[in-house]
């Protein structure tokens, strides 16, 4: 007899919902099982249900038990309850919660001063005012761009318009709220507050509750922290070197011919009087492809550079005939670099302070950097040749050249592109990737699982997409 | 038991008067193990408390506490128990004339002969206590394995003797650096607990807790710097361990403010590792102002 909460008649209804709740964990990876799911039975009936805080609490503790189950755990329960919630006001046919964030006051919305409202109201805290601006930021924005009908792509959005960051933004004035960077966690909860408020929107829009998405990888976490973040992509980076480097032995059983070694196999046949009994074949080399890689570490891409170097670390490592170029205005070769220093932090050190590749803006101008390749590089480019790109293709306004771009395609053998971005980010604003796909493949790249992907089309020439 | 705090939040009350400052998260989780009596598998940074909150939950309940420290090769015979060969021995060739093999067999294997190890120690005490096992992670997973009976029922089999099972029933408390991932057995056995480097503010009440005679100022300045420092990709941030003994530190030399001198000669405090403290003077010390920190760094 399992055990139940003492008042099993009371929480009928929230054992249902219980339930449901630990389906849905399930479905995200957590590994709720039955004894979790009846010890959270257990620890709810010591808590009052009224404090959602002892509720979360008592749930966390039983159900998840690892700190990447947390992370989702949090997410989860956060949808999971909201919707429940947004679902029973539907039903008694209440209006919703933050109906009317403004409709008339949003027009008088004077954007720079909003901005630096919200840059104020996430420095100093206080939930309350959080929430004030998030539906202040929601109304403002969907009246200037409106919706993409995609919750997630929209809070990105509306962070990206805000200008809010956790870095420290130098160029800004100094009196300006943003200077400093906004607080991570506050520029999280920020987030979390718009989310809500644009998912509410949605519901009183089609007064009906949208199904609900499993997790994005967005949501589970983006390799853009710190200590932690690295951490895990030197996991994965280590686990693509392992794949890399056994590869080879895998295409040996999936290539069907080979060629015959006449020579040997003539040899051999010597010894049975000139009769080829033993046939000789030509060892099989896998194939290891030259490689130059350019890698974008303007400020455009400073969360996804770290990440970028950590791959040409791993690469490095991993192919040896290959040459490594970082660029932001100009271009500089580290190959040496790399071949030279070991430790991955001081590689960064070195370039960000000076491989000297800024020049004065600091902003990535594409068209001289392709300029500059060329000129360094043409000779050596040839038909087995593989260039990739680590970039986000913004080219803050400045020439693209993607008639340079094509030259260097069409010497080389392979072009790939990393983007760093989500595709839904691509050819919006100052992004040009489209000029450039017509000549390279182009790959969405800011994950560990996406690095994957492309290293196996990388390492596996056959199981590229299409090109062109 | 009158001793059984009836809410999370007496729990946490008590805890700050005893000097352990539990956030509410952590004050319901202990409270839960408590009500539900399951063990507690505690996680987080090193030195944030884990070990002190058992050691401050066990005077708080006022029960005793048992601590096994756990470390690679740990066995049972030092955990569980083990057989008192000497006794034993003893026991065979005192009697072994005038009593028949099979009454000295029976004899030998009795609890008089068993030496208690902690684990066993805790269930079979009269009184319920605080069991503390400490890093669980640097144990192998066949030790793990021998716990999962006790942690589930409470209970102990030896072959000899039979099962022990417990008199009362021990708060159990297992923490763990998450230096390897623990199997999902003892996981299911436990409820689980995060402990994370604090916020700010509770940060700071806790130095206040600890060094009252600290200025506040001083005090708010070194929250502030202790969580820049962790910001920094470092070996081994600091942790709440390392901000009390800066704290105790800074108290000792008297210091009034935190300057770029002071910071520099404390700063092996808070930072433990060769390439840490290059890491932190240039990228925190030069910051502070206070003079001559260029020139000398």
């Known amino acids: 007899m399992p055990r139940v909460p003492a008042d099993s008649q009371t929480s009928a209804g929230f054992d249902s919902n219980l339930l449901a709740f630990t389906r849905e964990l399930r479905a995200e990876g957590v590994a709720a099982g039955t004894a979790e799911l009846l010890d959270a039975a257990a620890a709810i009936g010591h808590v009052q249900w009224s404090d959602r805080a002892a509720v979360h609490g008592a749930l966390s503790a039983t159900l998840a038990k690892s700190p990447e189950d947390l992370r989702i755990f949090e997410v ?12 029973t006001a539907l039903q008694r046919g209440e209006e919703v919660a933050g109906k009317d964030p403004g409709g008339e006051q949003a027009q008088r919305i004077d954007l720079e001063a909003l901005k630096q409202q919200i840059a104020t109201a996430l420095q100093e805290g206080g939930e309350g005012s959080l929430r004030d601006m998030a539906r202040l930021a929601v109304a403002a924005f969907g009246q200037t761009q409106g919706g993409s009908g995609v919750v997630g792509v929209d809070v990105q959005r509306i962070r990206r318009s805000l200008g809010l960051r956790s870095e420290p933004q130098p160029d800004l004035p100094p009196e300006d709220a943003r200077a400093e960077g906004v607080p991570r966690d506050r520029l999280r909860e920020f987030e979390r507050e718009v989310r809500r408020e644009l998912e509410r929107q949605t519901i009183e829009r089609t007064r009906s509750l949208p199904p609900a998405r499993p997790l994005g990888d967005l949501q589970r976490g983006l390799p853009t922290g710190q200590a932690a973040d690295l951490a ?42 000139g009769v080829p009994v033993v046939l000789h074949q030509r060892p099989k080399r896998p194939k290891r492809p030259e490689i130059f890689v350019l890698c974008d570490v303007s400020t455009s891409v400073t969360s996804a550079s770290i990440f970028f170097l950590a791959v040409l670390h791993a690469l490095h490592d991993s192919f040896r005939k290959m040459r490594s170029f970082v660029f932001i205005e100009r271009i500089s070769e580290v190959t040496e670099l790399f071949d030279r220093e070991r430790d991955f932090k001081k590689i960064s050190r070195a370039i960000t302070s000076d491989a000297g590749v800024a020049d004065v803006s600091g902003y990535t101008d594409y068209g001289r950097v392709w300029l500059e390749f060329l000129k360094l590089i043409e000779s050596e480019l040839h038909p087995r040749a593989t260039v990739i790109v680590l970039g986000d293709a913004r080219t803050n306004g400045r020439p693209a050249r993607e008639d340079l771009f094509g030259q260097i395609a069409a010497r080389a053998g392979r072009t790939f592109w990393l983007n760093p971005e989500p595709k839904l980010y691509w050819n919006y604003g100052d992004s040009v990737i489209d000029s450039y796909s017509e000549y ?8 560990a699982a996406q690095l994957g992907d492309f290293v196996d089309a990388l390492a596996n020439p056959r199981h590229l997409p299409p090109s062109k | 038991m009158s001793n059984t705090p009836k809410t999370a939040e007496e729990l946490a009350s008590r805890l700050t008067a005893d000097g352990y400052l539990a956030d509410t998260q952590t004050a319901l989780v202990a409270w839960l193990a408590i009500k539900l009596g399951k063990p507690v598998l505690v996680e987080g940074p090193a030195g944030v408390g ?26 049972e015979a030092k955990a569980l ?43 079979t005490s009269e009184e319920p206590v605080v069991l503390l096992v400490d890093e669980i992670d640097k144990t192998d997973q066949e030790f793990e394995a021998m716990l999962l009976e006790l942690l589930s029922d409470f209970q102990v089999s030896i072959p000899e003797l039979g099962t022990m099972t417990s008199r009362s029933h021990p708060v159990v408390l297992l923490t763990s650096n998450n230096s390897r991932e623990l199997t999902e057995a003892l996981k299911r056995r436990c409820l689980y607990l995060w ?57 000792l030399l008297g210091a009034d403010d935190i300057d770029a001198k002071v910071f520099r000669e404390t700063m092996s405090v808070i930072v433990k590792h060769r390439s840490d403290l290059d890491t932190v003077a240039e990228r925190v010390g030069v910051k502070l102002d206070g003079g001559d920190a260029a020139s000398a760094s």
């Open chain 1, 76 to 87: 989860v329960f956060e949808r999971f309850f909201f919707r429940k919630a947004e679902e």
């Open chain 1, 232 to 273: 895990e992509i030197h996991k994965v980076v280590a686990q693509l070197r392992r794949k890399l480097a056994t590869s080879g032995q895998l295409l040996k059983g999936q290539r069907q011919s080979s060629a015959i070694d006449v020579r040997r196999t003539v040899r051999a046949s010597l010894q049975t009087g």
């Open chain 1, 440 to 447: 390279c493949t182009t790959f969405e790249c800011w994950t």
């Open chain 2, 50 to 75: 884990k070990t002190e909150l058992a050691k401050s939950l066990s005077r708080v309940l006022d029960r005793d506490l048992i601590r096994l420290q756990c470390y690679e090769g740990l066995d």
């Open chain 2, 81 to 123: 128990y083990e057989w008192n060969y000497r006794k034993q021995l003893l026991r065979i060739q005192a009697e072994s004339a005038d009593s028949g093999w099979d009454k000295v067999q029976d004899d030998i294997f009795g609890e008089e002969f068993l030496l208690e190890r902690p684990l066993l120690e805790a269930i």
């Open chain 2, 195 to 251: 402990i994370d480097y604090p916020e700010a503010e509770h940060e700071l009440a806790i130095i206040r807790l600890k060094t009252p005679d600290l200025p506040a100022a001083v005090a708010s300045r070194l929250i502030e710097l202790v969580a820049e420092i962790r910001g920094l990709d470092l070996k081994k941030p600091p942790s709440i361990a390392e901000s009390i003994d800066w704290a105790r530190a800074l108290l």
